[in-house]
């Protein structure tokens, strides 16, 4: 894998990766304690919860995910299992698949199903990745300096900006240097619900030998309780661009959904969840079905 191949991995995954945790019930608000005074502190407070609770949550959610990037979108119903994700495609660039496609898309199903081999690859990236992204998640409260700006609707609104003193130990950590944004935490369930950012200025890598990220990209997340007490990031919007090895345009331009969210069996094995994808769902698209709204009230 190329290394900005494994930058754009990194740095989204902290920005959409899957964090579902299990948090306690609400509470409330005239009965929480106060914030602290130290900003930093109430958001370090906060990732820790949030990274203990998803430890903790065992877990598994089918959901639908409409996703669009410069390639085009697809539309998916996905299962979590014990075995890892399944997916099946629903639609691509707004319109059900062609015979041609759909026995490409059953032939990839099949394969991770009846593969261990390739599961085991699959997993192995996932990991990584993920390793990555936790450690980009727990640098946040030493990389920037927040300030609260208010509340809103339960919601603490802090503002961000980077700290002058910290120093990056990795090159994929040097992005925090040139971003700036705001953060929203759940007040009750103590976990962040929102983040947008944006470059202020450019991000060189390697002197600018190895690449660059241009001024001006921008991302925005959101999380929200889809079912008991399980959160899922339910929204994501990345627009960056840059230079590669060498003189190579970067476009990472990315909008995803997720809709539609059922708890399923904690034990589910994957073929147990191919056998209900096979059964088929009909082809409507996440976007076309009333956006963010359909998942809060479905589970």
């Known amino acids: 894998m190329s290394y900005f191949n494994f930058l754009r991995r990194a740095w989204l995954l902290l920005i959409f990766a899957s964090l579902g945790t299990t948090l306690r019930a609400q509470t409330p608000a ?9 900003a930093n502190q109430f958001v370090k407070d906060a990732i820790k919860h949030q990274l203990e609770a998803d430890a903790a949550d065992h877990t598994h959610w089918r959901y639908h995910i409409h996703r669009e990037d410069e390639r085009g979108s697809q539309d998916r119903d996905v299962i979590d299992t014990k075995d890892g994700q399944l997916a099946r495609t629903l639609l691509i660039n707004g319109k059900p698949l062609t015979p041609e496609q759909r026995s490409a898309d059953e032939l990839r199903m099949k394969k991770l199903v009846e593969d261990p081999d390739e599961r085991a690859k699959r997993d192995k990236r996932a990991k990584e990745d993920e390793d990555k992204g936790v450690q980009m998640f727990k640098a946040i409260p030493d990389a920037f300096i927040f300030k609260y700006e208010g509340a809103e609707n339960g919601q603490v609104r802090l503002s961000f900006f980077p700290n002058p003193h910290y120093n990056p130990p990795t090159r994929e950590l040097q992005v ?33 030998l190895l690449g ?12 929200r309780r889809v079912g008991d007490d399980h959160w899922e990031i339910v929204s994501l919007d990345v627009k960056m661009s840059g230079h590669a090895v060498i003189f190579k345009t970067i476009n990472v331009k990315q909008l995803q959904r997720m809709t539609e969210f059922h708890r399923v069996s904690d034990n589910m094995t994957i073929s147990e969840a191919y056998q209900l994808l096979e059964k088929g769902d009909s082809a409507v698209s996440a976007e076309n079905k009333g956006g963010l709204a359909n998942s809060q009230g479905k589970q």
């Open 30 to 38: 005239d009965t929480l304690p106060p914030l602290p005074k130290d």
């Open 176 to 208: 925090f240097r040139s971003l700036s944004g705001m953060i929203w935490i759940d007040r009750a369930a103590v976990r962040m619900s929102r983040l947008d950012g944006s470059l202020f200025e450019d991000v060189t890598f390697g002197w600018g």
């Open 212 to 223: 660059r990220l241009n001024k001006g990209g921008t991302f925005s997340v959101t999380q």
